[in-house]
């Protein structure tokens, strides 16, 4: 078989095509402008920055940079103010254990010219692109998402770590989760990337709305979500609303917050209520094996609220830190054992 000029001239094109960097409708960004372009198969984007741009990334996720880009390792997305030597021996011992503390990112900066980065979801993952403007020009509060969903971001992204209340742990399984929101005006994309196992679902929920979601399966949702702990032989209340009217925004335990009573004490003992609801629900969502419980997410604000759902996931997830590693080895532990058999 012989191979004429064609095969080659197919051949060559056929490798330009495959080349993730290759654009049909290359773009020429201006300083301070960053563009994020999924893949074919969402397995990883093509991030774009402008000349003196950065973006902040997971480690170990970024697989090849143009040369002229700088990497900063361990920055905060968000101000820090300063404080003592042991408030932040502090925040670094929340960090180790609980995976609290200050958020440490990579910033990948391009210098003086307009620059490529090719980033990997991971294996099994695929990527999902989310504008947080469009949530924020809906009203729609902050978007919580577990850690180790996070890929990449934008610079006009302030990520926060913040700890779970009883209703957050119902979904989350971890003592902390990140916040996210723009910091810059709503007409300037703020770029949020997540990766989860195969199909990243995300659903809108409008005001009064409630959805039952298979446990272990969200991966983010906004701060107007109530989510609750219930056991799959228990059909889903249809007269939640009216319940919610009547008492208020429930925790996840049930107990509703006391917010008429005003002096320290009550707020101290309500707080120590709360820390032990979350206790509850934490041990609750590591001794539980999917299929026998699910959680009810629902929508008691006046504003739209969204979740983001993984069809598949590959593991238990407890977050990160120390506590994290102690909550993935205990539930694993209880799930190949009877013991949450007979709840």
């Given at each position: 078989?012989?191979?004429?000029?064609?095969?080659?001239?197919?051949?060559g094109?056929?490798?330009?095509?495959?080349?993730?960097?290759?654009?049909?409708?290359?773009?020429?960004?201006?300083?301070?402008?960053?563009?994020?372009?999924?893949?074919?198969?969402?397995?990883?984007?093509?991030?774009?920055?402008?000349?003196?741009?950065?973006f902040?990334?997971?480690?170990?996720?970024?697989?090849?940079?143009?040369?002229?880009?700088?990497?900063?390792?361990?920055?905060?997305?968000?101000?820090?103010?300063?404080?003592?030597?042991?408030?932040?021996?502090?925040?670094?011992?929340?960090?180790?254990?609980?995976?609290?503390?200050d958020?440490?990112?990579?910033?990948?900066?391009a210098?003086?010219?307009?620059?490529?980065i090719?980033?990997?979801?991971?294996?099994?993952?695929?990527?999902?692109?989310?504008?947080?403007?469009?949530?924020?020009?809906?009203?729609?509060p902050?978007?919580?998402?577990?850690?180790?969903?996070?890929?990449?971001?934008?610079?006009?992204?302030?990520?926060?770590s913040?700890?779970?209340?009883?209703?957050?742990?119902?979904?989350?399984?971890?003592?902390?989760?990140?916040?996210?929101?723009?910091?810059?005006?709503?007409?300037n994309?703020?770029?949020?990337?997540?990766?989860?196992?195969?199909?990243?679902?995300?659903?809108?929920?409008?005001?009064?709305?409630?959805?039952?979601?298979?446990?272990?399966?969200?991966?983010?949702t906004?701060?107007?979500?109530?989510?609750k702990?219930?056991?799959?032989?228990?059909?889903?209340?249809?007269?939640?609303?009216?319940?919610?009217?009547?008492?208020?925004?429930?925790?996840?335990?049930?107990?509703?917050?006391?917010?008429?009573?005003?002096?320290?004490?009550?707020?101290?003992?309500?707080?120590?209520?709360?820390?032990?609801?979350?206790?509850?629900?934490?041990?609750?969502?590591?001794?539980?094996?999917?299929?026998?419980?699910?959680?009810?997410l629902?929508?008691?604000?006046?504003?739209?609220?969204?979740?983001?759902?993984?069809?598949?996931?590959?593991?238990?997830?407890?977050?990160?830190?120390?506590?994290?590693?102690?909550?993935?080895?205990?539930?694993?532990?209880?799930?190949?054992?009877?013991?949450?058999?007979?709840?």
């Amino acid at each position: 078989m012989y191979l004429t000029p064609i095969h080659f001239i197919d051949l060559g094109f056929r490798t330009f095509m495959g080349n993730p960097f290759s654009d049909p409708q290359q773009i020429s960004l201006r300083q301070g402008e960053s563009d994020f372009r999924l893949l074919d198969a969402r397995e990883g984007l093509v991030v774009t920055l402008g000349p003196d741009t950065s973006f902040f990334d997971r480690p170990s996720r970024s697989v090849c940079r143009w040369p002229g880009t700088l990497t900063i390792p361990r920055q905060s997305p968000h101000s820090v103010p300063k404080r003592s030597w042991i408030a932040n021996e502090f925040a670094t011992f929340l960090y180790v254990c609980f995976g609290g503390g200050d958020v440490k990112l990579n910033r990948i900066a391009a210098l003086e010219k307009q620059k490529e980065i090719l980033l990997t979801a991971g294996e099994g993952n695929v990527v999902e692109k989310i504008d947080l403007t469009k949530f924020a020009r809906e009203r729609s509060p902050p978007l919580l998402f577990l850690q180790p969903a996070y890929l990449c971001s934008s610079s006009n992204v302030a990520i926060q770590s913040v700890p779970c209340d009883a209703s957050t742990m119902s979904w989350a399984r971890a003592p902390y989760v990140y916040m996210t929101r723009p910091v810059d005006d709503l007409w300037n994309p703020a770029i949020l990337c997540l990766a989860g196992k195969t199909m990243i679902w995300c659903e809108r929920i409008e005001p009064g709305e409630s959805r039952d979601y298979a446990l272990g399966n969200v991966i983010a949702t906004t701060a107007n979500i109530v989510s609750k702990l219930r056991p799959t032989s228990q059909a889903h209340p249809e007269d939640r609303m009216l319940a919610a009217v009547k008492h208020g925004r429930a925790t996840a335990n049930g107990i509703v917050s006391a917010s008429t009573k005003t002096n320290a004490d009550n707020s101290f003992r309500r707080r120590l209520r709360e820390f032990a609801a979350a206790v509850a629900i934490l041990f609750e969502s590591i001794r539980a094996r999917e299929g026998f419980f699910v959680c009810e997410l629902t929508n008691d604000s006046d504003a739209p609220a969204y979740v983001f759902v993984q069809l598949n996931k590959s593991d238990f997830y407890g977050g990160s830190g120390l506590v994290g590693f102690a909550i993935k080895l205990l539930s694993s532990i209880f799930r190949l054992s009877h013991l949450s058999l007979g709840h």
